[in-house]
C-alpha cells in the first residue's frame, strides 16, 4: 500500500472502521456493519460507495437483496483490511474519533523517525499547511506526537515524533506501506 492510497482511505471517515469489521469476520451487510462500527446510514454508505471506487470492496455477485447488498473484500482490499484491524486492535475506545479524522493515519504513517515540519508535508502533497497544523496540534494533545523546538537554529524548528499509541500506530502504517514498495 502506499501513502496516496492510505490519504484516499481515510478521506472518509468510516472507510478504517468498516474494513477493519470486515477483517474481523463481521458479514458484509449494511445492517451488522452499522452496529459493528456505530457509523450513521448516510456516513456509512456514502463511505461504502468511496470503497467501492477506490476497489477495495465490491458486492457479492449473487448473494444479497438488491435492496440489501452483500459487500465483500477485493485482494487490494484484504490488504487494507488487515491494515484497519491492526489499528483497531492497537487503539482504544476513545481514540476511534481521532482516527476517523483524514490526516491523522497519513500524518502517522510519515512520522517513523522524528521529521520537521516541511519534511512531513513534502510526504504528504495535497494536505495543507493549516490542516498538518490542527492535526499535529490535536495528536500532541492526545499525546500521540511529541513536538520539540529547536531554539538554537535559526530561524527556529519544531521537529515532530509520534510517542506512545502514535507510535505503535506509526509503526504499523509504516511497515505496510514499506511491504507493498
Not at 510517542?163 to 500506530?169: D, K, L, M, P
Request: glycine share 6%.
Amino acid at each position: 500500500m502506499d501513502i496516496g492510497l492510505l490519504v484516499n482511505i481515510t478521506s472518509r471517515a468510516w472507510a478504517l472502521p468498516i474494513l477493519a469489521q470486515l477483517d474481523s469476520g463481521i458479514p458484509g451487510r449494511q445492517a451488522p456493519l452499522l452496529v459493528a462500527t456505530g457509523a450513521g446510514r448516510t456516513a456509512f454508505a456514502q463511505s461504502m460507495d468511496h470503497l467501492i471506487t477506490i476497489g477495495l470492496v465490491e458486492r457479492n455477485p449473487g448473494h444479497g437483496h438488491p435492496l440489501r447488498p452483500e459487500f465483500r473484500l477485493t485482494q487490494r482490499g484484504v490488504l487494507a483490511a488487515k491494515l484497519a484491524s491492526q489499528i483497531n486492535r492497537i487503539s482504544k475506545e476513545e481514540d476511534q474519533a481521532l482516527l476517523r479524522r483524514s490526516w491523522t493515519l497519513p500524518i502517522l504513517a510519515s512520522l517513523q523517525s522524528p521529521r520537521y515540519f516541511i519534511e512531513i508535508k513534502r510526504d504528504l502533497p495535497p494536505i495543507t499547511d493549516r490542516a498538518l497544523s490542527q492535526s499535529l496540534k490535536t495528536m500532541e494533545t492526545r499525546n500521540w506526537v511529541c513536538r520539540e523546538v529547536d531554539e538554537f537554529g535559526r530561524p527556529p524548528r519544531s521537529q515532530y515524533s509520534a510517542v506512545s499509541t502514535g507510535r505503535a500506530i506509526s509503526a504499523v502504517t509504516a511497515s505496510a506501506i514499506a511491504v507493498t514498495e
